[in-house]
Each structure stands twice: as C-alpha cells, then as structure tokens.
C-alpha cells in the first residue's frame, strides 16, 4: 500500500497534495531565490533546435558530433551553475530544507523511516544540488554564471555571503520599528544630516539590496491608503546606514554594491519568480521520486522468496 501523500491539513475528497515540500526555494537562491516562460540560455537553445531537426530532417538523425558537443555545453552549464550555487551559500541553505523533511516531527510524522533516510543520504550525496543546477542552468548562459562565480569566488563576494543575509536580518526590525511610527502620519523631521563619504556609499548598497523596496512594500500593507514619501524613506536610510556599515568591511562597500548593478546580478533578481517556481517543482518530483523508488524497494524484497 502506497504512502498517503495528502499533506496533515488536507480535507477528505480532496485532491492529493504532495508531502510538505512547501518551503520557498528562494532560500536557496536568495534568495537569490521567483513561473512563466524564459528566455533559453544558448546551450538550451542549441538543444532544442536539435531536437527539432530530429524529428524534422528527412534521414531523421543529426550528426553525432553535434548532439555530444550540445551535450557537453549542457554539462558544462549545470557544473558551472553547481559551482555558483556553492560559493554563494545557496546550498548550505538547502540543510534547512533538509532536516525539515527527514527530522520527524508532527508535520511529516507520517513518512516512515526508511523514506527519510533515504531522502537525507541522496540529499548529503549531492543528488538534490544537481536537480537545482539543472533548474538554475536553463536561466543563465556560461558568461553569467562565470561573472557571478568570479565575484563569490572573490574575498569581498566570500564575505558577502555572510555578512548581507546578517544586515538584512538586523534591518528587519529597524524596519519594523519605521513603519509602525507611520502610523502617526509621518515621522518628526528635523534638519537633515549631511552624510559623509562613507555614508553615501553605504546608502547605495542598501539601495542596490532592495531593502528600500522591501520597507516600502511593507508600509503599504500596513497603510495601503497612504504612501510614503521621500523624507520618510531618508529618514529610514539614516536609520539602516548604521546596521549596514556593523557588517560590510569599508573595502568591501563598493565592490558588493557594483555586483549587484551588474547585469548578472540583475537578472538573477529579475528571474527569481521564475525560478523559484520552478525550483519548488523540480524539488516537489524529485521528493517523490526518492519515495517512489523506496517503495519499489520495498515491494521487490516482499516478493522475493523465503527460504
């Protein structure tokens, strides 16, 4: 008998759910990390455009020099993408995903023992990372994942993996904070402060980190019939500069603020509806997979012969 997929908060009748995979994938891709069509990457175009040829052409086959040489661009991009994966901290975060699923708790209480552990060993042993690559790899050419390889690899990109996630974590109340005193119709304005030098270059990477989106999405939840003006949003600059400058190295400032103007890293932000979309996916089928194929084990050892 087939394990009940129906997630704990299913109603009867209704249709199966897949087990709780429903943690955003955007952790992993930051996160950098959002469905809907893509532009191919050049390697997938290649792939296509062969495909077609295969069913197309008169002889009904391609060179095999072709379909090996499309092949190896396709290795070549989930490798590269692998590797960007890695250095940027996105596959550290999946250990998050991972204990959710094979620790047992209340929610997942139902998955036997054997599925967990079969779910925790293929994930340790890279196989998850490899259905993320291959997810990642689709969106970007091998130009892309090199410049964002060039710049995790880099010791202020190194650092950065650190140090952003813990200035984004310490705005979050800040924000907070600034968006209650909205309430009172706007914050007591003073005379405005000159920044330094420092300051500026600071206020350009929280701009460039969408943490100003990010607070004015926010009020506008809060107070959708009243929007926030610039004097508001300067203030909350004064207030994050501080939180920022806590955790980003001086030389460190400009370097992350140009990675993230770059084009790399604007499409990386651009295209993660997309990929988180695609992602949860591609994290939901191999999910079950992993199950499908334990009870097939099981089956197979419940027909074998007792001697």
Request: net charge negative; aromatic share 4%; proline share 5%.
């Amino acid at each position: 008998m087939g394990i009940d997929r129906r997630s704990a908060d299913a109603e009867p009748g209704q249709p199966m759910k897949l087990l709780p995979f429903a943690i955003s994938m955007a952790a992993i891709l930051s996160a950098c990390a959002t469905g809907g069509a893509h532009a191919p990457s050049a390697a997938a175009k290649q792939a296509t455009e062969g495909s077609a040829l295969v069913s197309g052409s008169v002889s009904g086959s391609v060179s095999g020099s072709g379909q090996e040489q499309s092949r190896q661009e396709n290795r070549v991009l989930r490798e590269k993408a692998s590797r960007m994966l890695t250095l940027s901290g996105r596959v550290a975060a999946t250990s998050v995903l991972c204990e959710s699923l094979t620790t047992k708790t209340s929610r997942n209480a139902a998955i036997p023992l054997d599925m967990r552990s079969a779910l925790r060993s293929r994930w340790e042993g890279g196989e998850f990372l490899e259905v993320v690559a291959e997810v990642v790899a689709r969106h970007f050419t091998e130009g892309e994942l090199d410049a964002a390889i060039r710049f995790y690899a880099s010791p202020a990109g190194r650092r950065q993996v650190v140090s952003e996630p813990a200035a984004m974590a310490d705005a979050v109340p800040v924000i907070q904070r600034w968006a209650l005193r909205l309430a009172d119709d706007g914050l007591a304005q003073g005379m405005p402060k000159e920044p330094t030098e420092a300051e500026i270059v600071i206020r350009s990477l929280i701009e460039v980190t969408g943490t100003i989106d990010f607070a004015r999405q926010r009020a506008a939840l809060m107070y959708p019939e009243r929007p926030v003006n610039d004097a508001e949003v300067d203030s909350l600059v004064d207030q994050l500069t501080p939180v920022f400058a806590q955790h980003f190295q001086s030389e460190d400032v400009a370097v992350v603020t140009r990675w993230h103007q770059s084009t790399t890293a604007r499409k990386l932000s651009r295209e993660m509806p997309k990929l988180s979309a695609e992602l949860h996916r591609a994290g939901q089928a191999w999910v079950n997979k992993v199950f499908d194929e334990v009870e097939a084990k099981r089956g197979s050892a419940a027909d074998e012969p007792v001697e």
